[in-house]
T-cell receptor, first 113, second 115 residues
Framework: GNSVTQMEGPVTLSEEAFLTINCTYTATGYPSLFWYVQYPGEGLQLLLK?????DKGSNKGFEATYRKETTSFHLEKGSVQVSDSAVYFC????????????FGTGTSLTVIP | GAGVSQSPSNKVTEKGKDVELRCDPI?????LYWYRQSLGQGLEFLIY????????KSGLPSDRFSAERTGGSVSTLTIQRTQQEDSAVYLC?????????????FGPGTRLTVL
C-alpha cells in the first residue's frame, strides 16, 4: 500500500541551525512527493515538490531530494529562521491512481532566537 | 475565485445537533478532498471526489458523516448528531489532475467546536 512516515516532533532549534526532517514512503510505481507547511493560524500550503527520482524540490531555502533507492524525501534547510516555525507535512500522490494523497502525521518545528 | 474557500470559518454547536460545512473549490479542479485535523494531530483523510466517479468514502469515521458534491463543484460535509469528539478543524482541498503532478490547494478550514 501507500504510506508516509515522517520524523516525530516536536523539533526545537536555535536560529541559524541546520534543519533536517526525515520522511520515508511506501508506494507502488513512481509517486510524486510533496512537503506542505502550516504556519500558526493558517491553512496548509505547498512548500516544494518532486515528481521523479533524483529530482530536487526547493523553495524559501528549503530543499528535498527524491531518493528512490532509499524511498526518502527528507526536508533540509541550512539556516532556519524564527519565521520557519510551523508544522511540516510530507505527502505522496501515487502515479496512476487519480489524485489520492497520503500525508504524514506532521512535524512541529519551533525556532527560537 | 482565487483559492479554495470554506464556510463557516468557525462553528460552535451543541452535542446532538447536525452541522453542514461548505467548500468551494478552485474553478476547474476535478478533485476535491475533505480532511479532519484534530488538535496536535496530523491530517485524517475523510472523503475524496474525483470528477463524476463514485467518491472514496473510506475515511469517514462513522455513518453520522456524509458528504456530497453538487455539479462537480461545491461540496458539503454533513455531520449528524454531533459528538464532542467531532471537534476539530475540517479542511477542504482541491486539485486538477495532470498526470502524477497533482498539487492540492487547501482552504483555510472550518473550526468546529461541539459543546
Amino acid at each position: 500500500g501507500n504510506s508516509v512516515t515522517q520524523m516525530e516532533g516536536p523539533v526545537t532549534l536555535s536560529e541559524e541551525a541546520f534543519l533536517t526532517i526525515n520522511c520515508t514512503y511506501t508506494a507502488t510505481g513512481y509517486p510524486s512527493l510533496f512537503w506542505y507547511v502550516q504556519y500558526p493560524g493558517e491553512g496548509l500550503q505547498l512548500l516544494l515538490k518532486a515528481t521523479k527520482a533524483d529530482d530536487k524540490g526547493s523553495n524559501k531555502g528549503f530543499e528535498a531530494t527524491y531518493r528512490k533507492e532509499t524511498t526518502s524525501f527528507h526536508l533540509e534547510k541550512g539556516s532556519v529562521q524564527v519565521s520557519d516555525s510551523a508544522v511540516y507535512f510530507c505527502a505522496l500522490s501515487p502515479a496512476n491512481t487519480g489524485n489520492q494523497f497520503y500525508f504524514g502525521t506532521g512535524t512541529s518545528l519551533t525556532v527560537i532566537p | 475565485g482565487a483559492g479554495v474557500s470554506q464556510s463557516p470559518s468557525n462553528k460552535v454547536t451543541e452535542k446532538g445537533k447536525d452541522v453542514e460545512l461548505r467548500c468551494d473549490p478552485i474553478s476547474g479542479h476535478t478533485a476535491l478532498y475533505w480532511y479532519r485535523q484534530s488538535l496536535g494531530q496530523g491530517l485524517e483523510f475523510l472523503i475524496y471526489f474525483q470528477g463524476n466517479s463514485a467518491p472514496d468514502k473510506s475515511g469517514l469515521p462513522s455513518d453520522r458523516f456524509s458528504a456530497e458534491r453538487t455539479g462537480g463543484s461545491v461540496s458539503t460535509l454533513t455531520i449528524q448528531r454531533t459528538q464532542q469528539e467531532d471537534s476539530a478543524v475540517y479542511l477542504c482541498a482541491s486539485s486538477f489532475q495532470r498526470g502524477g503532478h497533482n498539487e492540492q490547494f487547501f482552504g483555510p478550514g472550518t473550526r468546529l467546536t461541539v459543546l
